[in-house]
Every structure is written in C-alpha cells, then in structure tokens.
C-alpha cells in the first residue's frame, strides 16, 4: 500500500465542470508535488509545496489550480479543462523539497482523468 | 529536448536471467540518478538510487551502474522474476534543483516464466 493516498482514483468531468483532487500523506513530509503524466509519457512537473507554500509552478496552465491546506493534504482544483488535459495525475512527497538521499520521492497511485 | 533518455521501450527476459535496463543523460548538472517501477494503475515506487559520486550501489537484486563520463547508468535484475514485470522509468535530479526529478520514458520489462 502506498503512504500516500489520492482520491478519487479515476474522474470523468465536462469542460465546464469544476472539480477537485485530493491527495493526503502522513509521513511528516514537508514537500508536496503534483505531476501528469500522459500515456506512454515520463511524469511531468506541475508544481511543488514547501512547507505549504507554493515554490515552483512549472508554467501551468491556470485552469490547474493548486492548494496546501495544511501539511498533511495537498489539492488541485480543476476548472475549465481541455480533453487533452486528459491524463494520470501523480502526488507525490518528501521529506523536504532539498534534497535527501534517505528519502526520494514517494508517489501516490494517481488519478485517471478524463475530461470529455 | 529530452534530457533523460530510455532508448529501449521495452525488454522481454526469461525468467532466472539478467535484465538490464539503459539510461542516457545529456544534463552535466546532474548528479543524482533515480530508478523507479511503475505497475499498471499504480504510481511509480522507488527502487535504487546513485549519487554521482559512486559508480555502482546495490541492493538486494538490484544494481545500479553509473559512467559519468559516458552520460550513462544502468539498471541490472539479477535474476529476473515474472513479478518484476513493470514499467521502470529512470529519474535525474541536479542539486539546486533538490528533488524536482526529470523523468526518462521508461522502459517495459516483461520478465517470462
């Protein structure tokens, strides 16, 4: 079992629709990230927490928008999206967002997406 | 432009004997070297990892090679099992950039019995 659980597991949503996702990690962890990754494609940055706040967004759209509450829950509300946003979209954490070679990226098993 | 490249897209093994997965970088800025297994409808776990400053770890059955000077590492199964049938990606990340991970297209291992 993964330590870091991602809800819902698949999602269908109409371009107007708006929704979120959830991902929730209880390992103290204090660097949260998501990424999509597309079929047959590596996973790709989207954005990474530190600490709760926003330190990096790699030129996302905003229809992606990203939310820490609390150290534990990370979101990403949706609105607005594409079909081709169509993907799997990873969480995963850290211990940090510096890097520490006893603690790599722990990643979530995803959510599959489709926006029709 | 892709700076970690898995060249093969998939690898079939018999059972018992060695699966060896490739790696090419083209960012000198990298310094730590990742594997990760992906099952289907899960997400990707971690496997082995290598600091630029060793050219071998292993654990277990696993054994990463890195030849720097070639912009190359390696992931050896030694010996394969049908359960290690996945997808494994190889990972790189650069010091300042801490643990933002630039991911390779993975490569499918079908391990037969």
């Known amino acids: 079992d993964t330590e870091v659980t991602q809800t819902p597991k698949h999602l269908v949503m109409g371009m107007t629709n708006k929704k979120s996702l959830k991902c929730e990690q209880h390992m103290g962890h204090r660097a949260m990230y998501w990424y999509k990754q597309k079929a047959k494609k590596p996973p790709e940055l989207m954005f990474v927490y530190s600490y709760e706040k926003l330190s990096i967004n790699e030129s996302v759209p905003s229809r992606f928008s990203p939310e820490c509450p609390n150290s534990s829950l990370l979101n990403l509300h949706l609105h607005a999206l594409q079909p081709e946003d169509s993907a799997l979209y990873l969480c995963a954490s850290s211990q940090g967002q510096a890097r520490s070679y006893n603690s790599p990226l722990h990643f979530g098993n995803g959510t599959r997406l489709t926006v029709t | 432009d892709q700076q970690v490249k898995q060249n093969s897209p998939s690898l079939s093994v018999q059972e018992g004997r060695i699966s060896i997965l490739n790696c090419d970088y083209t960012n000198s800025m990298f310094d730590y070297f990742l594997w990760y297994k992906k099952y289907p409808a899960e997400g990707p776990t971690f496997l082995i990892s290598?600091?630029?400053?060793?050219d071998k770890n292993e654990d277990g059955r696993f054994t990463v090679f890195l030849n720097k000077s070639a912009k190359h590492l390696s992931l050896h199964i030694v010996p394969s099992q049908p359960g290690d049938s996945a997808v494994y990606f190889c990972?790189?990340?650069?010091?300042?950039?801490?643990?933002?991970?630039?991911f390779g297209g993975g490569t499918r291992l079908m391990v037969k019995p």
């Open positions: 290598i600091s630029s400053i060793k």
């Open positions: 990972a790189a990340s650069a010091t300042h950039a801490g643990n933002m991970l630039t």
